[in-house]
């Protein structure tokens, strides 16, 4: 009879267990989640959308501007292409490498759910593409950067988020530092990107060349994510 009166006792406890279990991770831990086409707010920009960059030691300049611009507001899915001034090459962006996401878009945050990717080519000269960001961007995430297969050891590392990031004047939110062991469009040599959300590339340290790339002035637009 006791054995009988502890099963009927657990049958409530195993029936609310089975129903958490058919209950999706991210509607019971939604703090952990986050939607997958956020991943937009640092590199989906309009066509027309400008960045101006100043070298620190040379006071070269270099003006970015958005030339061609898709998204699929229902996914994370975009890809941009960007033209520089600077050595008039165009710069592609996009996203790659997604795992499945549902209907709702969310993810763990804990889980690398996708990444972008940049290409650098102009007429007659495709030198190449790499990873250059992480998405969800948590600090201390490494990654291998298969834009240098060839290469052994090279990975893409998230060195920091920061809340707030200033440079000059400017106090930039959502600022990722990604640092890039072996990074092929930028002549095969180590580089750290500074990326604010809703603004994009902010500052860029080429290590082997000596530059620091700043961003000096901006006019972005999003209104198509």
Request: hydrophobic share 30%; charged share 20%.
């Amino acid at each position: 009879m006791k054995k009988w009166t502890l099963l009927l006792m657990a049958l409530p406890l195993l029936w609310a267990c089975r129903k958490d279990d058919q209950i999706p991770f991210c509607e019971q831990y939604p703090d952990e989640c986050v939607d997958i086409r956020m991943v937009k707010d640092w590199f989906y920009f309009d066509v027309g959308s400008r960045w101006v960059y100043e070298e620190e030691n040379t006071g070269q300049r270099d003006t970015l501007i958005v030339t061609s611009s898709w998204s699929d507001t229902g996914s994370y899915q975009f890809s941009t292409i960007l033209n520089s001034s600077y050595d008039g090459y165009n710069y592609p962006q996009w996203t790659s490498s997604a795992i499945p996401v549902g209907d709702d878009n969310l993810v763990k945050k804990s889980i690398r759910s996708t990444s972008v990717k940049k290409a650098k080519t102009k007429s007659g000269d495709y030198v190449g593409e790499s990873y250059c960001f992480l998405f969800y961007p948590m600090e201390g995430y490494s990654q291998p950067n298969n834009g240098g297969a060839s290469i052994v050891g090279s990975y893409i590392h998230i060195d920091s988020t920061f809340y707030t990031y200033e440079i000059a004047e400017f106090q930039f939110k959502e600022v990722i530092k990604i640092r890039e062991d072996h990074t092929l469009i930028e002549e095969s040599q180590p580089t750290i990107h500074y990326y604010a959300g809703n603004v994009g590339l902010i500052r860029k340290e080429l290590i082997d060349s000596n530059q620091v790339w700043n961003l000096i002035s901006y006019s972005v637009s999003q209104l198509n994510k």
